[in-house]
């Protein structure tokens, strides 16, 4: 089997590492709840990852997503609700679309689907440091266009769109709050940048 690649924690100064999941396969993308939870994809890139949780200390470990057998839950997730909530990105293998969802951080309950948008793809969804707005990345499948999406967490209504200005072109692949929640930091291509 080949080696897995696993969640570790460790202190600032890259002292004290303490390996939290063994095993073979990629765990990816862990995000860090207030509560105490670290979510992360697992089997990652096999077409079908779910979330998993497990606290810091090591325990806990539960898988919180359920994809169906054509599904992948890797596309990106984040923590709102003080971490009692999980936003995460599914991957529709059938439709070839990807739509937010939200769930229980503990995975009980239902999903909440978010969006359902038939020529847009949603993806890489972060949530401000305040829970209050959440940011993804909107793929437009006709016209190959990126956008940024904020909503708001307690209605999931449109806050806002912004168009990718020159000379950022497509292909978000970071994006994050920034420590005051008045802007965002992005990853992306950008077109007509001299060497």
Sequence with gaps: NPPGENIYLMDLDGQTVRQLTTGTGQRTRPRWAPNGLIGFAYPSYTGKARIWTIRSDG?????????????????????????????????????????????????TGSLQRITNTPDISEVLPVVSHDGRLLAYRAFYHATGRDAIRIVSTGNWGLVREIALQPPADVNISGLTFRGDDQGLFVSVQASDIPD
């Design 59 to 107: 325990s806990g470990l539960a898988a919180v997503t359920g994809p169906g057998s054509n599904e992948s839950d890797d596309n990106g997730h984040d923590f709102f609700n003080a971490g009692a909530m999980i936003v995460f990105s599914r991957f529709d293998g059938t439709t070839q679309k990807r739509d937010l969802y939200a769930t229980r951080s503990d995975g």
